[in-house]
């Protein structure tokens, strides 16, 4: 019995005759190509983590770099601190050996005088480095002999 109460008709008599099921055997994908959709599945994978762990690793780059600018900021502020405190204890010292602190001040204050001198000598003598002078000179030997040599082969050509 029918839900629609026509009597006698069923599902396969409502199909229209030209949409009948194929009687051959259903396409099959080759195996070849389930072996490739698997590679992609499992390279998807690998570089998923691959990426993943990258992410993981410059996060911690991130906090490394905030870490080690604070770590600097605290190593000045001690380095700072260690060296007012061997000042004083030289100073303390000169006293001691010249029996009067004026003296003492003086020989400090001549002290950092000359080591300020040498500091900025050696800042100025970095500055110049920046300034590549070796690859300037090559680049002007260069130069010239190029110009040179493009000179040369113009005289020839003038001549031929």
Do not use: N
């Not at 949409?19 to 690998?46: N, Q, S, T, Y």
């Not at 990426?51 to 605290?74: C, D, K, N, P, Q």
């Not at 000042?87 to 010292?93: E, K, M, R, S, V």
């Amino acid at each position: 019995m029918l839900d629609d109460g026509t009597p006698g008709q069923t599902a396969a008599d409502d199909a229209a005759p030209g949409d009948e099921a194929p009687k051959g055997p259903a396409f099959a994908m080759p195996a070849w190509i389930d072996d490739v959709r698997r590679l992609g599945r499992g390279l998807k994978h690998l570089f998923g983590a691959q990426l993943a762990l990258a992410a993981a690793e410059i996060g911690l780059a991130r906090s490394g770099i905030v870490m080690m600018l604070f770590m600097g900021l605290a190593a000045i502020t001690f380095a700072v601190g260690l060296g007012f405190t061997l000042l004083a204890l030289a100073g303390w010292g000169l006293a001691q050996w010249f029996g009067s602190w004026a003296w003492a001040l003086a020989a400090l204050a001549g002290l950092q005088v000359i080591l300020l001198l040498l500091a900025i000598l050696v800042f100025r003598h970095g500055m110049r480095w920046l300034t590549l002078p070796a690859t300037r000179a090559e680049l002007a030997t260069l130069a010239k002999q190029a110009a040179a040599q493009g000179k040369a082969e113009g005289e020839l050509r003038e001549k031929g």
